[in-house]
């Protein structure tokens, strides 16, 4: 293979790994949006939060990320419960003004509480159990990158099942359906909107230990992925999670593709403007309904 | 009209003691915050006519203050042209912008169009940072010039100068406020905040008197922006179109009250000092400490009382005139509600 | 010529035809009622008319001009205003703020736009609540304020869509005098009630819907006795007792 193709199925292969990624963060922002119609704006705080839990019980008990992984998405499961008990809960009916800005709160709140709590150092976390690089027809692939996209499809995989074959799953769907007919159900339309935050950050915690494993950590590394989120679950059609997964797989690749064939810097552009011209032309999204 | 005189006077009073301000106080850091509460009550107000009246959510306004403070930066270092010359076509860009971004943002609702503005805020960023000819991410630094004269909108001893020319803003923003309060238009952007499709029903055009909304708003915001430029001397991509920037915008109004003429401005007199102080005497710290504040004001008001703390102030007031009516059998009517009587 | 003329309207949802070629015509002064079992499509039809669904195919014609596909605003400033099945009052906003929006059509000043608009606060008796907010109206106030707002874009047609739904017997009663009033007035007006016996007594002319299919166009006589009617709202009563099983 010549030089320019091994580079360029390089790129292209970093870009599905990281794309898998996308998807799994894109999944719990549009699991929530789904439910409730809001947008959780601190999505990429939770992130920052999951990669310092898994970087601290890395560093303090040397608990490798493969270990303390389930207890990072138990942890941020709980945290979604709570945020919904404490905060959103009480924004459901409130004008769209406070119904944004509860979040954006919680954003700006979790952003600076991290650089107060660890300055703005950034952190890695050194060798793991899956550190390393494998060699496949002459393309690298970092482990903790396929590990990780390994991870991400696995837990889309199980959400997804959870969803569709789960009376609890069937439950949630109704809700997200009409909260109306669902309450007249029978279906606790409360603990129903609970979950869906329990979920929509237990998936953030999976993805934020597995990104732990090799991107450095910074209270403001939500922001880096976040858009990248936003932008997913538009192109995906809000709500929709096989949109959003199909839709976090395509950004992967534009960007490292943009990157490669354009101008590294401006794939972040190319991202953006992806979409503003899906929301202007295609508002419900790719695969969206409405 | 007791309580008309009475009001007018505490206005009088008020101005008077905005417009001496530099003389009693001259202690540089509190001269220096004094003008930053100023400025950001003027943006929180600029915000607040798109953001709060007409209830269009935006977290890209940065994208008009760096705007404004690179047109006329880029002017003025690059042709010589009087940055107060520079002021108004840097607000005439951004109208411009406002409406290209505009048309098309608002088919878009509620978080859409707050994604959106996020997205459009960001690539302006990434399009300056790389732009080479307006200095990339290295930015841009302003000539001194000193005789502190107003014709050369600088001021290197007499700071009270800025304090005099962002005052000046504000009474503009804060007169065009007022009268937004009493004209169709203001009516049509809180019909279209309250509920668009009732508003269409009325036969507004929800698109027209948006766009109206934001071209005002970007005006203003471009015009602080210019001021900034002249004010610092210095402008970076990550100064002037910073996502911080459209956060605080958006956090002055919030706390003080959305779709208010005091709220932004309370909202700027509260946070700002908070911010500066800590900036000053917490420094390399806790940098992030009074916004961790910030978040968590930001949290209760959006829980407890949307309204902001106009609204806490207008809860307390109606408590109060509840209570007084006991006696004087008032009817407790709003400050602008009282002057219908009249007419009818 | 008639003063709305509704010629093949056609109105799909995906594979849903929610409205199945309707021609209707009111004339002008008329009192019509539309009726129609749930989900017949009566606000669909309501909503194509007043511009907030494009119609699939077919056209709309207001006083002769064409107006089909015309954005809401435009039609409303053509002279038809509407109610909403689900009340939209604007809820941060005073009785009389609300009023005065409407008002503004015709009034671009704020004075005349408030004198114009506490008139119809009297004429619909919601002058004593001028000062209150929206949201703390109770429904049949937020119903009447919502008919008094597009009162005060002084149309020529009135839509309104279930204006007596939720209202006890006697909020009815005060409702259908002001529909009475209104049509002294010379206002032409198209009322949508799912329960035909409030329409009866009212409407010159009752049209009946089903299943997107305009099924009858008679009088409130003829229509109470109309073989189809009843087994459109037979059929509607047999759907209901399965849905309880
Ligand atoms: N925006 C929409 N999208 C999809 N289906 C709709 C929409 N609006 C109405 N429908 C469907 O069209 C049919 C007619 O509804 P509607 O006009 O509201 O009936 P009615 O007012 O007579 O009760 C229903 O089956 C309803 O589900
Ligand atoms: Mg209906």
Redesign the pocket.
């Known amino acids: 293979m010549s030089p320019e193709l091994v580079l360029f199925l390089q790129t292209l292969v970093s870009g599905i790994l990281i794309g898998f990624v996308f998807s799994l963060l894109s999944v719990g922002l549009t699991l929530i949006f789904g439910v409730m119609d809001i947008v959780n704006f601190a999505h990429g705080e939770h992130l920052m939060l999951a990669m310092y839990a898994t970087f601290w019980m890395w560093t303090l008990w040397g608990i490798d990320p493969l270990f303390s992984l389930p207890v990072v998405a138990l942890l941020l499961f709980i945290l979604g419960v709570i945020t919904y008990r404490l905060l959103i809960r009480y924004v459901l009916d409130a004008p769209m003004l406070a119904q944004i800005f509860v979040t954006f709160g919680l954003m700006v709140f979790l952003r600076n509480l991290a650089q107060v709590l660890w300055s703005e150092d950034y952190r890695r976390i050194g060798d793991t159990l899956l550190s390393g690089r494998i060699e496949l027809f002459g393309i690298f692939i970092g482990r903790p990158q396929l590990f990780a996209s390994l991870g991400a499809v696995i837990t889309t995989g199980l959400l997804y099942f959870f969803l569709k074959r789960t009376r609890t799953g069937w439950a949630l769907e109704a809700t997200a359906e009409d909260k109306e007919v669902a309450g007249l159900m029978g279906i606790n339309t409360e603990r129903m909107f609970a979950l869906a935050w329990g979920l929509g950050l237990a998936s953030v915690g999976v993805a934020g230990a597995l990104l732990a494993t090799f991107n450095p950590i910074f209270p403001e590394v939500g922001t880096v992925f976040v858009l990248v989120t936003f932008v997913a679950v538009a192109l995906g059609g809000f709500g929709s999670v096989p949109g959003a997964f199909i839709a976090g797989i395509i950004i992967g690749i534009v960007q490292v593709l943009g990157g490669f064939l354009w101008e590294p810097r401006f794939k972040t552009v190319l991202i953006y403007a992806i979409y503003l011209g899906v929301v202007f032309i295609r508002p419900q999204g790719l695969l969206g309904r409405r | 009209m007791q309580r008309i005189r009475w009001q007018l006077l505490v206005l009088v009073l008020v101005v008077l003691l905005l417009l001496a301000f530099p003389f009693y106080v001259a202690q540089p850091f509190l001269q220096r915050t004094m003008i930053l509460v100023v400025m950001w009550s003027v943006l929180g107000l600029a915000w607040n006519i798109l953001g709060g009246y007409a209830g269009q959510v935006s977290f890209g306004h940065a994208i008009f203050f760096g705007l404004g403070a690179y047109t006329s930066t880029y002017l003025f270092t690059e042709w010589g042209i009087s940055p107060w010359l520079g002021m108004f076509v840097g607000a005439g860009v951004a109208v411009l912008v406002s409406i290209v971004i505009g048309w098309p943002s608002f088919r878009l609702v509620g978080h859409y169009f707050a994604i959106a503005t996020i997205a459009a805020g960001e690539i302006f960023a990434v399009i300056f940072r790389n732009w080479k000819a307006v200095g990339g991410a290295v930015g841009i630094y302003l000539p001194i010039i000193r005789g502190d004269r107003l014709i050369d909108y600088q001021f290197q001893e007499f700071k009270a100068g800025y304090y005099y020319i962002i005052l000046a803003m504000l009474a503009l923003i804060v007169l065009v406020t007022y009268r937004l309060e009493r004209t169709r238009m203001g009516y049509y952007l809180k019909a279209i905040r309250e509920d668009s499709e009732a508003a269409r029903s009325l036969g507004i055009n929800i698109t027209r008197y948006k766009l109206y909304a934001m071209m005002i708003s970007a005006a203003f915001t471009a015009i602080v922006g210019t001021f900034y430029a002249q004010f610092v001397l210095y402008i970076s991509p990550n100064t002037v179109f910073a996502l911080a920037i459209s956060i605080q915008m958006a956090l002055v109004a919030i706390l003080g009250g959305t779709g208010t003429l005091l709220g932004p401005i309370i909202g700027a007199a509260v946070l700002i000092p908070m911010a500066e102080y800590t900036r000053v005497y917490l420094a390399g710290r806790a940098g992030g400490l009074h916004l961790v504040v910030y978040g968590l004001l930001i949290m209760l008001i959006s829980v407890y009382q949307p309204a902001g703390l106009m609204g806490i102030y207008r809860e307390w007031q109606h408590k109060r005139a509840a209570r007084g009516m006991v006696n004087d059998s008032l009817p407790v009517a709003t400050a602008e509600g009282g002057a219908d009587d009249a007419v009818a | 010529m008639p003063l709305l003329e509704i010629e093949g309207l056609t109105k799909q ?2 594979g ?1 035809t ?1 409205n199945h070629n309707i021609h209707l015509q009111v004339e002008e002064g008329e009192i019509l009622g539309l009726i ?10 309501f ?1 194509c008319i007043t511009g907030f ?1 494009p119609p699939t195919r077919g056209r709309v014609r207001f006083q002769g001009r064409d107006i089909t596909g015309w954005p809401p605003e435009r039609v409303c400033q053509a002279g038809i205003a509407r109610t909403f ?1 689900i009340v939209r009052v604007l809820r941060e906003m005073t009785v009389l703020e609300n009023v005065m929006v409407g008002a503004f059509l015709r009034y671009p000043r704020v004075e005349e736009a408030r004198r114009h608009a506490l008139q119809i606060l009297e004429f619909s008796g919601l002058i004593d609540r001028r000062h209150e907010l929206a949201r703390n109206l109770t429904i049949a106030n937020k119903k009447r304020l919502e008919l008094a707002r597009a009162l005060a874009t002084k149309p020529r047609l009135l839509f309104l ?1 279930e204006a007596m739904a939720g209202l006890n017997p006697s909020e009815i009663n005060d409702a259908v005098a002001m529909v009475r009033k209104l049509s002294e007035q010379g206002i032409t007006m198209i009322l ?1 009630e ?1 329960v035909m016996k409030v329409i009866m007594p009212l409407a010159e002319r009752v049209v009946v ?1 089903d299943s ?1 299919e305009l099924i009858a166009d008679d009088t409130p006589e003829n229509i109470a006795t109309n073989p189809r009617v009843i087994e459109a709202y037979l059929g509607e009563k047999y759907r209901a007792t399965r849905a309880i099983h």
Do not use: E, I, M, W
């Open positions: 949802f995906g849903l929610a129609g079992p749930n989900g017949a499509g009566k606000t669909t039809l909503n669904y099945q869509d949508v799912h819907l997107g």
